[in-house]
């Protein structure tokens, strides 16, 4: 009976951990998009016209915001299912959006075009973090 404590006691620090960083990230990410936008609007508009970046900073910013409340809905889940069923997804979520979002942001602001070979990476991510989340989803009992 001893034993079982522990586990569950082990089990449920791990999910504490695995939530508390999610949530830490996803309102370091909320906070990130504010300023983001804040800075795309203000002080970094210019350079965004210049490079003809202003459309593609739009949407590395709307999705950056989507998927940030996507990994936080997924972290939230996945405590209801602790088995780490969509932690994957979130993780892949999180990854994704960094190489979506991160290079589109730069492609904007800079008009270096190597940058724009990483972008399709993360929006490739992103796609099979959907599908993985089907996937998971399905084998739900």
């Not at 730069?106 to 724009?116: F, H, I």
């Amino acid at each position: 009976m001893q034993n079982s404590n522990i586990n569950n006691t082990s089990t449920s620090t791990s999910t504490s951990t695995k939530i508390k960083f999610f949530l830490i990230t996803c309102a370091m990410l909320m906070f990130s998009n504010i300023l983001i936008g804040t800075l795309g609007a203000h002080l970094w508009h210019s350079q965004l016209v210049l490079n003809n970046g202003v459309a593609n900073f739009a949407t590395a910013r709307d999705y950056l915001f989507i998927h940030t409340l996507s990994i936080l809905f997924l972290a939230l889940l996945d405590n209801k299912f602790p088995e780490g069923r969509f932690n994957w997804v979130a993780g892949l979520q999180l990854a994704s959006i960094m190489l979506f979002s991160g290079s589109l942001i730069l492609y904007a602001l800079t008009g270096e075009k190597w940058l724009s070979n990483i972008t399709p990476s993360g929006g490739s991510g992103l796609m099979l973090s959907w599908l993985l989340l089907v996937w998971r989803a399905c084998k739900i009992k």
